[in-house]
């Protein structure tokens, strides 16, 4: 067996495994070796009932106590027992698995390891395994077992044992990485590195195969980056603008005036479109620093330059009001070019007419999702692409809409604050802008970081925000890593939620497995004030401008990142009425307090992204992930910044062009600029 062989090969995969397989994208042995996990547990000494902490997995020893109870709710059946020892008694549930009324005996003696919440004021641990007899749990003890990630029909169990079997019967792997390089930045072998992610003897065994495979994740990454550099570079300007005085004369009548930086950035991105080679620019920009107008001066010089100009956006909610705003201040000046939105949901008819106006030149400004890249979109001349939120979007759909036209000039936008020295390697095929000054009117979000015992203050506070007339908005982690349960933990909070708020106040909820359309029109709900509430997982981080909300409330926002939490924030503030930002907590940790404390006392966003970097380091053996940013399979570029600037100097020696790794730089494999 090879990494080519299809994944049916291994012993213990039938036909249904295999296509459920295919379904996460594993079709070969290879793919299956390089399927990580996405974390890992570590079974660690059972503690005292009295001393569990909510927000944490742990495991407990005792006896079951008294009756177990099995609910009648046949939707979401639960199963919930006591477990007492000397120090106190613990509710526990489990979901879905009424035989364990018939397994568990009263006065039996076992451990329960899984996560700990709060619910009505107690601690509950949810769904966790069960060890009976206990000298089960002797043989998982301080071991690291890889947790991967999984669909409906798919066991950890399952791809625990075929990639064992992938392991032991696949050939060795050819070394992709030259030894010099290897021994310069004391990288472990593949194959070793391969066993390592997925089946560490130790802490120390997964540091170096992580920091192995991470290197080389980021520097098949910069390749391909630099190739796309090169030939930019020799990108010859085919569409040419003019300075034109029509956008200076709509610029003075806005009834605002840009900021100093807002002025910079359109200067330059200006002096790129006059200039001898085509644009390839990246506008970073803090959240509500004033990107859009930037990008509507940008898309208005191309359509007086006679071109078309596009900018896609990652949601369709985005696209619409990116659309709506540029209409009503096109009519408020007497612009006389056509905007045109082009989204999947659009009606067949609709997507023809649009498809039409768009190839004869009617519509000259073209604001939509990934429906601008579809074949059947033909542009009549396509000269500036704009892509908002560019970390939501590959760079194949980037190219993709450039190919639309004859290498037309682009401009990526992002409010992801990534510290210079990153972003200078990360991006290094654009030139970068730097948005980094808020418009002078914007009221500064109050921030507070408190523990779960303000729950019902910050619940009363919200109620009060509503009567006002504002919205609010609830972030939920999933209760457990994994998405089964991620709608039932935001559904089960918002349930709770509109009970306590009363019939009066609407509340909503979005998770990741609702459908984009379904995303959307609970969105679109939202943006209209018809839900006052919503409750969501960090699906809003890039999603609607809202001015109404004025409380975000981030549960348990130890097991955020820093840059992620900042995100999230920014879906507040953007509106005339004071905005207020809790972050709350279950985690005593002083490290903890230390990170949430950078939020708590600014809202700079480039500055916190700074500190985020400074207070990670190698140490971090499960740093959390700054989601949605920068989705490689393993690296983070926070938590793994040292690694970064490792590939960084390792992408420009001589040696690595000789090697394998150099030629798999393939930038179609690389999705996640």
Known sequence: MNEHSPVREIKGIGEKTEKLFQKMGVYTAGDLLRYYPRTYDIYEAPVPVSELEEGTVAAVEGCVFGSVQVSPNRKLQTVSALIRDLTGTLKVLWFRMPFLRNTLRS??????????????????????EIFQPVEKYQEKLNTMQPVYPLTAGLSNLTVMKAVREALEHIHLQRETIPESIRQRYHLCEYNYALRGIHFPADKTMYMYARKRLVFEEFLEFLLAIRQMKEEKEMSVNGCRMEKKQEVDDFLSQLPFE?????????????KDMQGDYTMSRLVQGDVGSGKTIVAVLALLEAACNGYQGAMMAPTEVLARQHYQSICEMFEQYGIPFRTELLTGSMKAKERREAYERIETGESQIIIGTHALIQEKVNYRNLGL??????????????EALAKKGNMPHILVMSATPIPRTLAIIIYGDLDLSVIDELPKDRLPIKNCVVDTGYRETAYRFMKKQVEEGRQCYVICPMVEESEAMEAENVIDYSTMLSERMGPEVTVGYLHGKMKQTQKDEIMEKFAQNQIQILVSTTVVEVGINVPNATVMMVENAERFGLAQLHQLRGRVGRGAFQSYCIFMTASRAKETKKRLDILNHSNDGFYIAGEDLKLRGPGDLFGIRQSGLMEFKLGDIFQDAGI???????????????????GRADRDNIHVL
């Open 258 to 270: 840009l900021t100093n930086a807002q002025k910079k950035v359109w200067k330059e991105i200006r």
């Open 644 to 662: 970064l600037q490792m590939a960084a100097e390792a992408a420009s020696s001589e040696e690595i062009r000789e090697f394998p790794v150099y």
């Open 107 to 128: 006065g039996s003696r076992i451990i329960v390891r899984g996560r700990v919440v709060n619910k009505r004021g107690g601690l509950v641990m949810e769904h966790p």
């Open 385 to 398: 692409v704009i892509t908002d939120e560019q970390h939501r979007f590959g760079v194949r759909q980037r």
